[in-house]
Nanobody, 124 residues
Framework: VQLQASGGGLVQAGDSLTLSCAAS????????IAWFRQASGKEREFVAA???????YYADSVKGRFTISLDNAKNTGSLLMNNLRPEDTAVYYC???????????????????WGQGTQVTVSS
């Protein structure tokens, strides 16, 4: 599946932003979709994931602020980010895979398909 991420931008602390991940070539409906982020000089880290059965998982740092969702009709995943903080500044990547096991859902190299990154910058 080919993924296209979009929606990044420059916002102020406390603002909201929604990232989108459009899929082509294969349906999202039976895949796990996820968002990772990579801040400058740091390793890529897990943000959120949604399994094909609807269960969602979040990093502790974003729990309660971010929401991952999937629009099957549009074959597009989204990441709604509320109450953004300067430490959320990073390049955000969407990823998908049809064969993720639960124990690997937070591991970036478990995912076979990646979108290009979209920059999110949060000013204080």
């Amino acid at each position: 599946v080919q993924l296209q991420a979009s929606g990044g931008g420059l916002v102020q602390a406390g603002d909201s932003l929604t990232l989108s991940c459009a899929a082509s070539g294969r349906s999202f409906s039976r895949q796990t979709i996820a968002w990772f982020r990579q801040a400058s000089g740091k390793e890529r880290e897990f943000v959120a994931a949604r399994r094909w059965n609807g269960y969602t998982y979040y990093a502790d740092s974003v729990k309660g602020r971010f929401t991952i969702s999937l629009d099957n009709a549009k074959n597009t995943g989204s990441l709604l980010m509320n109450n953004l903080r300067p430490e959320d500044t990073a390049v955000y990547y969407c990823a998908a895979d049809p064969s993720i096991i639960l124990s690997s859902i937070r591991v970036s190299h478990s995912y076979g398909s990646w979108g290009q990154g979209t920059q999110v910058t949060v000013s204080s």
